[in-house]
């Protein structure tokens, strides 16, 4: 696959930017703005450029899906020959909904409640990815209760510095971070969940942020979490099979930032664990998902408020709150080719809050109301991200399959906002 050619996804033809063989404006007609466009094509490149360069590895794609947990997008996934990466019983409903079997299920996160452990167990998932010592005593707990043993994989915080491209925020294996066992007791969390009815420790697992450009990075913490699993394995503690190489591969938002750099991630995995005799796992979201995606907006006014030009358009941060959570760059485009010339705006949405921003001081062609304009590389962390604030109803989402397209979530309506309030409240006493 050429470096950097797509040849899926959102391509201007005539000017008008299309999503593979469907143009977006149409889409727009008929759905209304804001949506969201995702492109099953896309998504499969993206897939397909991961799994060619991991050919020859042990390794194992799980979709991390908190990236983008349409029910469609997983099934594209799913269909791929992904695994699932969840990280909360409803994402396990999801994909259990999708198609997936709880053997293609690996179940993570910080803080798992004892409902969602057993209903981890319930399914029978691949394996528990156990991030403190207190989840593995619970968990061992509940394990005992059904009478089962369940596979376990400890996350590991393998203590690095933050190394991802981007805020602070999409940083996770760095000393301090809430996530994963330190690594100097993991031989000790290991010994004892060895030691554990109910449980079988299987793997070890980490995970060192998103939008990691540094394949030395990835070396250096997979150095750190290979030595663990040597330690582990002198220690006379011999089940373990799979190691969880997690971190997120970068997908540039802007022109000047690096892309993934798939080739050099595999050498460091094979350097690093080509001997360990384990299977491996990788668990990316947002490169399966990011550019296979737009958000669709349209522009509602302009206005001046010296020494600010603002476009005003119908999606905000509730729809897409990436830019002011992260000052996360979106590239936005009109949809139709302009020849505008061009000038520095502020694209802000319609909620009421000064933060709320979809690109701030940005060059753009001097379009007017009505305007459609698609925000790009949206697949990831956009509608997920969503919320209902000011009672704004959450977007649509529409897939693409070459040249057809369906709804894969409707707008929500107003009553659906309020369907789960009760303006008589049913009175209990104390
Ligand atoms: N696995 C674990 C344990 C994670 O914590 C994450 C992301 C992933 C996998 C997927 O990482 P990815 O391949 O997508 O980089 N909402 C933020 C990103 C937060 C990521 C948190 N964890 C954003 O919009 O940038």
Redesign the pocket.
Known sequence: MGEGVLTTGFQRRNGELRCDDVSLRSIAAAVGTPSYVYSAAAVRDAYGRLETALAGLPAHIHY?M??NSNLAVLRVLRACGAGV?V?SSGELHRALLAGFSGSQIVF?GVGKTRAELEHALHVGVQCV?VESEAELELLSHVAIARGAIVPVSL?INPGVANVTA??A??A?GEAGSK?GIPLARGLKAAARADALPGIELVGLDM?I???IADVEAFADAQRRLRGLLDGVRAAGITTIRSVDV?G??PVAYHDAEPTADLDGFARVLRDTFGDADVALIV?????LVAEAGVLLTEVLYRKESAPKHFMVVDAGMNDLL?PS??A?YHEIEPVFESAAPLQVVDVVGPVCESGDFLALNRSMPDVGAGTLLAVRNAG??GYV?SSTYNSRPRPAEVLVEGDRWAIVALRESQDDMVRLERIAPDWRSA
């Open positions: 991390a908190k990236a990466d990280v993570a990815n996350r981007g805020h925020y999409i996770t996530f995970h942020g998103s939008q997690g997120g591969f668990e990316p979201g947002r490169f990436r959570h992260y996360a990831a962390y991200m």
